[in-house]
């Protein structure tokens, strides 16, 4: 089983600034990594897909990079609505399908 | 509007079973593989189970391998998690979700069901 490791559990930031989340692999998953956005009370919602691909409708400051087994999520100017916490998961070696533990953004 | 909506979530004792449902509209539910993920109270995300498109092939969790079952109504855009001997760790919220089409990825999630047990 692939293990997802995120660093940091938690990053505190203010609007404006620029979030840059780490996800590490156990083993390569080449780029079939994906990010998700999780708000409280809410479903997850799909960010990036193959490490780099930005899903429907979501915003250019979101961008993906990374393969193998070291991965970035980078917001480039955080807004309010994007304090949440962050997912990301692989389906390189499935099953199963694999989550990190999370990356918790707050405001600072 | 891609929608999805679970339904059957309560409180249930440990070794009881409950049958969850996913309603979907919104997209041809025949083409696309389907998924379960739940979510303990505080914790993270916890794939439990995909069945493809036509329901031919299924795949499960260890943790759950063996207790619950996956399935799916094309006819009816309909699918289904039936829960057997249930244990308390398996109290979570229940989300079922849509692959991508090149699979793998989960591309719409449903609102969740809470499930509990609990004696």
């Known amino acids: 089983e692939i293990v997802l490791t995120q660093s940091p559990a938690t990053l505190s930031l203010s609007p404006g600034e620029r979030a840059t989340l780490s996800c590490r692999a156990s083993?390569?998953?080449?780029?079939?990594l994906a990010w998700y956005q999780q708000k409280p009370g809410q479903a997850p919602r799909l960010l990036i897909y193959?490490?780099?691909n930005r899903a429907t409708d979501i915003p250019a400051r979101f961008s993906g990079g990374g393969s193998g087994t070291d991965f970035t999520l980078t917001i480039s100017s955080l807004e309010p609505e994007d304090f949440a916490v962050y997912y990301c998961q692989q389906r390189r070696n499935w099953p199963p399908y694999t989550f990190g533990q999370g990356t918790k953004l707050e405001i600072k | 509007e891609v929608q999805l909506l679970e339904s059957g979530g309560g409180l249930i004792q440990p070794g009881g079973s409950l049958r969850l449902s996913c309603a979907a509209s919104g997209f041809t539910f025949s083409s696309y593989a389907m998924s379960w993920v739940r979510q303990a109270p505080g914790k993270g995300l916890e794939w439990l189970s995909t069945?493809?498109?036509?329901?031919?092939?299924?795949y499960y969790a260890d943790s759950v391998k063996g207790r619950f079952t996956i399935s799916r109504d094309n006819s009816k855009n309909t699918l289904y998690l039936q829960m057997n001997s249930l244990r308390v760790e398996d109290t979570a919220v229940y989300y079922c979700?849509?692959?991508?089409?090149?699979?793998?990825?989960?591309?719409?999630w449903g609102q969740g069901t809470l499930v509990t047990v609990s004696s």
């Open positions: 979700a849509k692959g991508t089409r090149k699979g793998g990825y989960l591309d719409y």
């Open positions: 083993q390569s998953v080449s780029s079939f």
């Open positions: 069945i493809s498109s036509s329901g031919n092939n299924t």
């Open positions: 193959d490490a780099s």
